[in-house]
């Protein structure tokens, strides 16, 4: 079995066993139901190399993705939040197949070769990026595809909250999914966020967690939108519930608030 049949079977097992664990055995790993998510962050240094990155990004990475069928593809860059210069790059499509596979069919596409040839072979002295993290995540039930938010074809202002949720044990992230998936989403419609994805993380770090994120037109309209989520009732009901709340489901946040860039597809 080679790397891409072994990465291909290992995410079907852990989408299936996502899928059972929250009662949801009928739209297991294949069902083409719920999407895959690669997340990748470009750990970045000011200057030259962001402006070749995103060169790169805009000239030769997102338009060889679509060619591919991955897409819309998301690039932001983090306005607010820790570890320095970075950009992170949405990558959602309907197989997983589709993204394991992505980098194998880059090689064998010339036009992307070309495109991309200044990023690829920057020198060592002079890298296109400090470093790479990626992370493969199945859509959840409740929002089971990306959702790019209104106008943002239009290019209207827009900005986004990336928040991690990580749990102690696999049990309470179980309970954080189902939820999220039970009640959040209506909560965070009616609150006025643009709900964009949400997903498991099957490959990564700091697991097991959750991923998802959340659109706005501005800082203020975010602070004012969590104010009316948190003073719901919808939220105190779900917070209430024994279910949710035998223990602290979640032992740590992570979250950024991210700029899309100009030539970003979400």
């Known amino acids: 079995m ?3 049949d072994f990465l291909a079977s290992s995410l079907a097992t852990a989408a299936a066993a996502t899928a059972a664990a929250g009662g949801l055995a009928a739209q297991a790993a294949g069902s083409g139901s719920r999407e895959y998510y690669e997340l990748r962050r470009y750990h970045l240094l000011s200057g030259p190399q962001q402006r070749l990155a995103s060169a ?5 990475l997102i338009p060889a ?22 950009t992170y790059v949405l990558m959602p499509a309907a197989k997983a197949e589709t993204l394991l596979t992505a980098e194998y069919r880059l090689v064998d596409d010339a036009v992307y070769q070309k495109a991309a040839a200044a990023f690829l072979n920057a020198p060592m002295a002079q890298p296109g990026f400090v470093r790479l993290e990626s992370a493969m995540l199945y859509a959840l039930e409740a ?4 959702t790019p938010p209104p106008g943002g074809a239009a290019k209207e202002t827009r900005m986004f909250e990336l928040r991690t949720y990580e749990s102690s044990t696999d049990q309470d992230h179980r309970r954080k999914v189902e939820m999220v998936n039970v009640g959040e989403l209506p909560i965070f419609k009616k609150s006025g966020f643009w709900p964009i994805f949400m997903g498991d993380t099957l490959i990564g770090s700091r697991q097991p967690n959750l991923t998802y994120m959340i659109g706005f037109p501005s800082l203020a309209e975010r602070d004012a939108y969590w104010k009316t989520f948190f003073g719901s009732d919808e939220w105190k009901a779900l917070t209430g519930n024994p279910r949710y709340n035998f223990e602290a489901l979640v032992a740590n946040v992570d979250n950024a608030i991210l700029t899309p860039a100009a030539y970003s597809q979400v």
């Open 65 to 86: 993705l679509n060619r591919l069928g991955i897409g819309p593809v998301g690039v932001f860059s983090v306005s607010i939040g820790a570890g320095g210069p970075s």
């Open 143 to 146: 929002l089971p595809k990306l």
């Open 2 to 4: 080679d790397r891409r």
């Open 56 to 60: 790169y990004f805009r000239d030769a």
